[in-house]
């Protein structure tokens, strides 16, 4: 049977919020909506990892450099490397792992 999940659309931008949409043995993809000016603080990825923009503009820390972020941009980054990330709208996005 097919499902449509709308979660991602219907999620209201309150500080830091993380869903897990999937998690397999194989993948696992998170939806992260940060309101503007909340911060997703300091951590590490377990796995390496994709991020998707899907709206707004969130900026991107990771080995001392900052990467500015916007809808519909793709950004790899490794596992175990410490992030953080920051919005500088309300933004959401994917982390694909």
Known sequence: MYTVNSSIKETKFNGL??????????LEILSICLEKGALFPEHSSPLDAQLIVLEGNISFYINNTVYKLTEQQHFSFPKNVKHWVTANENSKFLIIR
Do not use: D, G, R
């Open 17 to 26: 919020q993380i869903s897990k949409l999937v998690k397999t043995e194989a």
